[in-house]
């Protein structure tokens, strides 16, 4: 099994879910989060004072699946969440030791 | 007499109303005045558009603009302050500003605690022969003492006790407000003799409280990490709110201070609506000219900066005149926020002297430029720009003086009973917290 983290640009979340069920993925983890890569950040302007924030917000999901699928959760992820420009983010696969579905018990392929 | 009430704001009101409520052995009796129930009913209503601009709409407008953890703390001060003068003023302001007798700088005690005042006595409006209640009277011109001292309020934020933020109210309101609101309104007063324009407070309320706002950050000293820490509005949503309010409630604010129902109040109310509209868009195009975005806050502080302006104007300019004088002080108030508020280093929180102070100068001298027929304005065909203008300018700075010098006293009065300033870990934790032991936002 692989833990797919993909951290993208916000308006783009619709996108990737879409893309990411084509796929036949089950089930993700969603999250708002800051943070900054190459993109430093942006600047707000208050009655002319300037602020620049070096934390841009994210949105990140967390994927776990098969390990046989994961090249192609990757690739939705990668073609859906794609602009072209800077702060486009960042893909992470792991491995995952164990999974567990609470209410029934099973476990690894069958509880994702 | 008569031509001098037309120009100025409610003064001459109260000052009829004396001569009408003259004892028997004055030479001659001057006409009864009638109550006028039209004029009435506006003026009912124009006080209480005042009253809104102060709790909920300023408020909101300077609440939205602090950090969340002084969203409560702002909005205390406002209320309680506004409250604070409307006490003192049926006590001791009244008299002080529009009693009777006096000489050119207070009125006298006669009206302490509203002595003599009933609801059959009359004040004058500027028709002959015409008034309103003199309870209506008294209430509409409370309003005005009790923004003007929460507008000073905006560059003190965060970081005043509330204690002081009281005791300063009291003292600044004594020496400071009611002298200049007589000086100014009312007929014995030393502008008002003088021919001063100012039809709805440009110098008695914001040059007044936009300089006080200044001397009182300045010694107050700057908000813990200001400039460099990231010290933002924490909800324009409520700033926008609280501008929109404003903006309703300164039609009684303008259109009320003609006393009646009638085409000053007319004039007054256009350019309220036209100065402000181009003092909102021309904020945001000098944005843009200097390389920014058009911003929300631009928005509103143009809107603020058109209304101030044009609140001496009120009645006092034609519309293409406070479409102009709008335009010009939404664009010098620009400027003076985002470059000399910078350069000069001190922390006018909320830029209470940047929009109210800077605005109220440019209207009230201004003034002196749209009043003109040639321009488009209600004066007299012989008119006098120059000489208006000399008269307008001494006015100006004999108020900025007067206003600097009361707040210094104030301050340090509030200093020495209250101590001025919350501790570094109040100012920290928030004022809400530190100062009332609530918070604005439970989640």
């Known amino acids: 099994m692989k833990l797919v983290?993909?951290?993208?640009?916000?308006?783009?979340?619709?996108?990737?879910?879409?893309?990411?069920?084509?796929?036949?993925?089950?089930?993700?983890?969603?999250?708002?989060?800051k943070g900054f890569?190459?993109?430093?950040?942006?600047?707000?302007?208050?009655?002319?004072?300037?602020?620049?924030?070096?934390?841009?917000?994210?949105?990140?999901?967390?994927?776990?699946?098969?390990?046989?699928?994961?090249?192609?959760?990757?690739?939705?992820v990668q073609a859906a969440a794609n602009t072209g420009a800077i702060g486009d983010g960042k893909i992470f696969v792991l491995d995952v030791g164990q999974a567990v579905r609470i209410r029934t018990g099973e476990t690894d392929d069958t509880a994702l | 007499m008569m031509r001098l009430s037309k120009l100025a704001g409610g003064g001459a009101a109260i000052a009829l109303t004396a001569l009408s409520a003259a004892p028997a052995?004055?030479?001659?009796?001057?006409?009864?005045?009638?109550?006028?129930?039209?004029?009435?009913?506006?003026?009912?209503?124009?006080?209480?558009?005042?009253?809104?601009?102060?709790?909920?709409?300023?408020?909101?407008?300077?609440?939205?603009?602090?950090?969340?953890?002084?969203?409560?703390?702002?909005?205390?001060?406002?209320?309680?302050?506004?409250?604070l003068a409307m006490l003192i003023w049926v006590m001791y302001g009244y008299t002080m500003a529009f009693g009777d007798g006096g000489n050119d700088i207070i009125s006298g005690f006669g009206k302490a605690f509203l002595a003599g005042i009933t609801p059959d006595s009359v004040a004058a409006t500027f028709t002959a022969g015409v008034g309103i209640p003199e309870y209506v009277f008294?209430?509409?011109?409370?309003t005005f003492a009790a923004i003007t001292i929460a507008l000073v309020l905006g560059s003190v934020v965060e970081r005043m006790k509330f204690s002081a933020v009281m005791v300063f109210g009291a003292v600044w309101l004594t020496i400071v407000y009611f002298p200049i609101a007589h000086m100014v309104w009312?007929?014995?007063?030393?502008?008002?003799?003088?021919?001063?324009?100012?039809?709805?407070?440009?110098?008695?309320?914001?040059?007044?409280?936009?300089?006080?706002?200044?001397?009182?950050?300045?010694?107050?000293?700057?908000?813990?990490g200001y400039p460099t820490e990231r010290i933002v509005p924490h909800s324009l949503t409520l700033t926008g709110v609280g501008t929109g309010l404003l903006w309703?409630?300164?039609?009684?604010?303008?259109?009320?201070?003609?006393?009646?129902?009638?085409?000053?109040?007319?004039?007054?109310?256009?350019?309220?609506?036209v100065a402000t509209a181009?003092?909102?868009?021309?904020?945001?195009?000098?944005?843009?000219?200097?390389?920014?975005?058009?911003?929300?806050?631009?928005?509103?502080?143009?809107?603020?900066?058109?209304?101030?302006?044009?609140?001496p104007a009120a009645g006092n300019s034609g519309p293409f005149g406070a479409i102009v004088l709008g335009a010009v002080a939404s664009i010098i108030c620009f400027y003076a926020v985002s470059v000399l508020k910078p350069k000069l280093g001190y922390d006018d929180a909320l830029d209470a002297f940047g929009v109210h102070g800077v605005g109220g100068i440019v209207g009230a001298i201004g003034t002196a430029i749209v009043y003109a027929p040639s321009l488009g304005g209600p004066g007299k065909p012989d008119y006098a720009i120059g000489h208006q203008l000399t008269t307008q300018l001494i006015a100006v700075v004999t108020t900025i003086?007067?206003?600097?010098?009361?707040?210094?006293?104030?301050?340090?009065?509030?200093?020495?009973?209250?101590?001025?300033?919350?501790?570094?870990?109040?100012?920290?934790?928030?004022?809400?917290?530190?100062?009332?032991?609530?918070?604005?936002?439970?989640s």
């Open chain 1, 5 to 33: 983290i993909a951290i993208i640009k916000p308006f783009k979340l619709d996108e990737v879910r879409e893309a990411l069920t084509t796929v036949g993925v089950a089930g993700m983890t969603v999250s708002e989060v």
């Open chain 1, 37 to 76: 890569g190459r993109q430093k950040g942006q600047t707000e302007i208050y009655r002319g004072a300037e602020y620049s924030t070096n934390m841009v917000p994210k949105i990140k999901i967390e994927v776990v699946c098969a390990s046989d699928v994961a090249d192609r959760v990757v690739e939705a």
């Open chain 2, 25 to 83: 052995w004055a030479q001659a009796p001057a006409p009864a005045l009638v109550v006028n129930k039209g004029d009435t009913a506006w003026m009912l209503v124009s006080t209480v558009l005042v009253t809104m601009m102060i709790v909920p709409g300023l408020a909101l407008f300077y609440g939205g603009l602090t950090r969340a953890k002084n969203m409560l703390s702002t909005m205390t001060q406002i209320g309680a302050v506004a409250c």
């Open chain 2, 138 to 142: 008294v209430c509409f011109q409370m």
């Open chain 2, 186 to 224: 009312a007929s014995g007063g030393l502008f008002f003799k003088m021919g001063a324009l100012d039809f709805a407070g440009g110098t008695v309320v914001h040059i007044n409280a936009g300089v006080s706002a200044l001397v009182a950050s300045l010694i107050l000293g700057k908000r813990l």
């Open chain 2, 248 to 273: 309703v409630g300164w039609f009684g604010f303008n259109a009320g201070s003609a006393l009646e129902a009638n085409g000053s109040a007319a004039l007054a109310m256009i350019n309220t609506f």
């Open chain 2, 278 to 311: 181009a003092g909102g868009l021309f904020w945001m195009l000098a944005e843009r000219l200097n390389g920014h975005k058009g911003s929300a806050l631009g928005f509103c502080s143009g809107i603020i900066a058109g209304l101030v302006a044009v609140t």
């Open chain 2, 401 to 442: 003086i007067w206003a600097a010098i009361g707040t210094v006293i104030a301050t340090f009065i509030a200093k020495a009973v209250t101590g001025l300033r919350v501790s570094a870990d109040v100012e920290r934790e928030g004022l809400d917290l530190g100062e009332h032991g609530e918070r604005a936002y439970n």
